[in-house]
């Protein structure tokens, strides 16, 4: 018996709390623009210790909402501050557009709300900005360059399966899981598991990554093949050089310059070049 595969049809809404109730509303609703559409207003709910609270809901477009929790007589824990810290940015709300004309557009709108925007940039397949809300909550406004594809996905997949084994390993004490080369160097095991070059690089056949393919066409001393599994290859002698303002990638593209993995040693790897050597025998 088949059984039948449940289907998402997207975010209903996101939610966190506030403790200022006043500057959320006003935020959402008057400097971006987002609808205030829906609100509960309820006495405490389950627990005993739980508060009187307000739950209200924004309007963030194509059938999705942004809302808040605004619990009445209550102290903010420590824990909800903001604090200038990656692990505290990574939790945030991203929201689309479809062109990067309202990207700017959006981008005007928050310099003449006197939103402080945060910084625009691009990275793989989305160009964002970001900001934060009252709350010091990280916001970002996003257009996707292009539609995400089957070869996304299988890629996806080899790069957390390459992850999760050395999660396994670390967790089991058997080898520490320190830095992505260890990612990369397993997943290019699995891309081309026969190889015998001692210096490789494997590079997604998408389009934010072409320069790369491109760069190794033009020099004569870099080998090129194209792979059935959708990857090329790209191999030297010697070493693979690349420089990034060379191939016009922006730092956040460049930083993942080796996502499809490679075989040797990185020897050289700031914000400017990128060097692959063979590795220590």
Known sequence: MTVKQPVLKGVHHSARPTWKLRETVEFYRDKLG????????????????????????????????????????????????????????ATHTAWRVDTREELLEWRDRLEAQQIPLIFQIRHELIESIYFNDPNGYYMEITIQERPMNALDGEDATR??????????AHLAGTAPFVGID???????????????????????DAPEFQPLVDAARENPDYGLEQLSNGYWKITA????????????????LWNAALTGGFVGQVTEFDRYRLQISRGAR
Do not use: C
């Open 34 to 89: 987002l609808p205030l559409v829906h609100a509960i207003s309820a006495r405490a709910w389950g627990p005993s210790n739980h508060p009187d609270f307000l739950h209200f809901f924004f309007d963030s477009g194509n059938h999705s909402t942004i809302a808040f929790f605004y619990y009445i007589n209550t102290e903010q824990p420590d824990f909800t501050l903001p604090v200038a810290d990656y692990r505290y940015e």
């Open 159 to 168: 790069t957390l399966e390459a992850a999760m084994a050395h999660e396994d």
């Open 182 to 204: 260890q990612v990369w160097l397993n997943k290019a095991a699995d891309i081309a598991p026969d190889n015998t070059d001692e210096i490789a690089l494997f590079v997604l």
């Open 237 to 252: 002698q010697d070493a693979l050089v690349f420089e990034r303002k060379k191939l016009g990638f922006v730092p956040a």
